[in-house]
């Protein structure tokens, strides 16, 4: 089955910097792509979505790239702000099959 | 939030109990699923259903059943409570099929002493 490795598993910016998440899936065949952000003691939301037809997709601050060769994709959020510390979760998955999800990057932002 | 509804959100139980926890929608949509969070672990999914009565295992569902008499609910039954089921579970829903975008539940938070 999919397997999708997070990396780091904390990450720790200062308000303004940019904050990189990477994940990395195992099949070749998984072609939908989203992230989501939990905030301590809420549910997961999703805030990006990437298919596999595309390379790099953006809303505002937040982007993802996807590197179909390599098997990875990531998570770009640029002028980090103290709202935007969360934990982060990839997922992978293809039609017919589960999402699978990485296992969460905490993410803080220091004022 | 995407309409769905968990309850209890909060439960305090004895090892031996039996506990169900209920996920409800107003979406309409065909895939449910239930997965327990945990430190260390993320998101690990129970069961899921593809449609009222289809139901079918997840990766960790040893101990747990569910149900599915009705669109709009999806019930997971602890038939009789450990401490490692101790957790935070979530319910989640998709019109997309297995593989679409998932919209995740509010979550209930288990305590099994």
């Known amino acids: 089955g999919e397997n999708v490795e997070q990396h780091p598993s904390t990450l720790s910016v200062q308000e303004g910097d940019s904050a990189v998440i990477k994940c990395t899936y195992s099949?070749?065949?998984?072609?939908?792509f989203p992230w989501y952000k939990q905030e301590l003691g809420k549910r997961p939301q999703l805030i990006i979505d990437i298919r596999s037809n595309v390379g790099e997709k953006k809303d505002q601050r937040i982007a993802v790239t996807l590197n179909k060769t390599a098997k990875h994709f990531s998570l770009h959020i640029t002028e980090t702000q103290p709202e935007d510390s969360a934990v982060y979760f990839c997922a992978a998955s293809y039609a017919g099959n589960m999402l699978t999800f990485g296992g969460g990057t905490r993410l803080m932002v220091k004022p | 939030d995407a309409g769905i509804t968990q309850s209890p959100r909060h439960k305090v139980t004895e090892t031996g109990t039996p506990v169900t926890l209920r996920c409800h929608q107003t979406?309409?949509?065909?895939?449910m699923y239930w997965y327990r969070q945990d430190p260390g672990h993320g998101l690990r999914l129970i069961h899921y259903s593809y449609g009222v009565k289809d139901t079918d295992k997840g990766e960790v569902s040893d101990g747990y059943s569910v149900s599915r008499s009705k669109t709009e609910d999806f019930l997971l039954t602890l038939e009789s409570a450990t401490s490692s089921q101790t957790s935070v579970y979530f319910c989640?829903?998709?019109?997309?099929?297995?593989?679409?975008?998932?919209?995740f539940g509010p979550g209930t938070r288990l305590l099994v002493l």
């Open positions: 099949d070749s065949a998984s072609n939908y």
């Open positions: 989640a829903i998709s019109g997309e099929g297995l593989g679409g975008t998932q919209y």
């Open positions: 979406e309409n949509h065909r895939y």
